[in-house]
C-alpha cells in the first residue's frame, strides 16, 4: 500500500517536472479498459435534432473552401490576420485558426487587455496558468508587478496601456515558445499591432524583442533603446525592448535596468507631440 502510494507521487512529481500541471478532462480516463468506439462530434447548435451527429459536422467541414483548407499553415495564419478589419475580427480569426496544437490545450483564448486608443501597447511572451484560466494577460505574478511598474511611471492598463502577447494559447507547462509557434502567429501579432496604430510599442523579454525586431541578439543587447520597425499597414513605429517582469521576479538585480527603460518610456511619451 505504501509502495503504491510512493509510486503514484513519484509519478506524479514525473508529470509536474515535464510541465503536465493541468488536467484536460474533468475526470481520469480509464485507461485499463478497451477503447471505446469514437462517440459522434458534438453539435454545438442551439436547436440542433437529437440522432446521429456526423453528418451535420462533414457539411461544416465541406464548407471550407479547399483551397483555403490545403493552404500551408503559414498562409491561412497571413490569409486570417490581414482579413481581420478590427479588433473583434482579429480576435475571432484567431480563435478560429486550428493551426497550432496550442489551442488544443489551452482553456482560454488570451487576446489582450487595457486600453487600445491609449497610444502604447505593450506585448509579452505567452500566457501563463492564471491568464490561461481568466483569458487575460499579465494577470498572474508578473502582471502584478507590470502593474506596479505601469504605476510608478504614471501609467495604468484601464487607460493608459494596451497589452497583448506573441502566443494567444498558453503552451503547455508555461514552456518557452518554440520558432514555429512564434513565426505562426506573428502574422496575428503584426495585424494585431497595424489594428490598434500605437504611438509606442514596449517589447517585454526576449522572446517578444526577437520577434518583432527580427533580431538574434538576447534581451540584455537589444533592450534600453528605441527600434524603429516597419509595420504593413502603418509604417515605422518605435518599439523599446526591455526585461520581462517574470525575470525581474527571480532576478531582482535586473529592475534597475528596468527601471532605467521605464524611464525612457516616460520621457518618450511626455515629449511625443500629443496626437491632434
Ligand atoms: N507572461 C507573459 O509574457 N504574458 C502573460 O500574459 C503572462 C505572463
Same mark, same amino acid.
Given at each position: 500500500m505504501e509502495q503504491d502510494r510512493a509510486a503514484l507521487l513519484a509519478a506524479l512529481a514525473l508529470q509536474s517536472d515535464w510541465?503536465?500541471?493541468?488536467?484536460?478532462?474533468?475526470a481520469p480516463p480509464d485507461r485499463s479498459r478497451a477503447p471505446a468506439r469514437d462517440p459522434a462530434p458534438?453539435?454545438?447548435?442551439?436547436?440542433a435534432a437529437p440522432g446521429p451527429r456526423a453528418p451535420a459536422a462533414r457539411a461544416v467541414a465541406s464548407a471550407v473552401p479547399a483551397a483555403h483548407a490545403a493552404a500551408p499553415l503559414a498562409a491561412r495564419a497571413a490569409i486570417g490576420a490581414a482579413a481581420a478589419d478590427s479588433l473583434a475580427a482579429l480576435r475571432d480569426a484567431i480563435a478560429a485558426? %486550428? $493551426?497550432?496544437s496550442l489551442r488544443e490545450t489551452a482553456t482560454n483564448l488570451v487576446f489582450a487587455d487595457g486600453?487600445?486608443?491609449?497610444g502604447l501597447m505593450m506585448i509579452g511572451e505567452a500566457p501563463g496558468a492564471d491568464e490561461d484560466r481568466l483569458?487575460?494577460?499579465?494577470?498572474?505574478q508578473s502582471g502584478q508587478l507590470l502593474d506596479r511598474m505601469l504605476a510608478s511611471v504614471?501609467?495604468?492598463?484601464?487607460?493608459?496601456v494596451y497589452i497583448t502577447n506573441i502566443l494567444p494559447w498558453r503552451p503547455p507547462g508555461n514552456r518557452t515558445p518554440t520558432d514555429a509557434e512564434i513565426a505562426l502567429f506573428l502574422p496575428f501579432v503584426l495585424r494585431h499591432i497595424a489594428l490598434v496604430r500605437p504611438r509606442h510599442v514596449v517589447l517585454l523579454g526576449g522572446v517578444s524583442a526577437k520577434a518583432l525586431l527580427?533580431?538574434? %541578439? $538576447?534581451i540584455t543587447r537589444l533592450r534600453g533603446r528605441w527600434h524603429q520597425v516597419e509595420v504593413e499597414g502603418i509604417g515605422t513605429l518605435p518599439m523599446l525592448a526591455t526585461l520581462h517582469p517574470a525575470y525581474l521576479l527571480r532576478t531582482p538585480a535586473a529592475k534597475r535596468d528596468a527601471w532605467a527603460d521605464l524611464l525612457l518610456l516616460r520621457r518618450t511619451i511626455d515629449a511625443a507631440p500629443s496626437p491632434g
Open positions: 510541465g503536465a500541471d493541468e488536467a484536460l478532462e474533468e458534438l453539435d454545438l447548435r442551439d436547436n485558426f %486550428d $493551426g497550432s486600453a487600445p486608443e491609449a483569458g487575460r494577460p499579465f494577470v498572474g504614471g501609467l495604468s492598463r484601464e487607460d493608459g527580427r533580431a538574434k %541578439d $538576447g
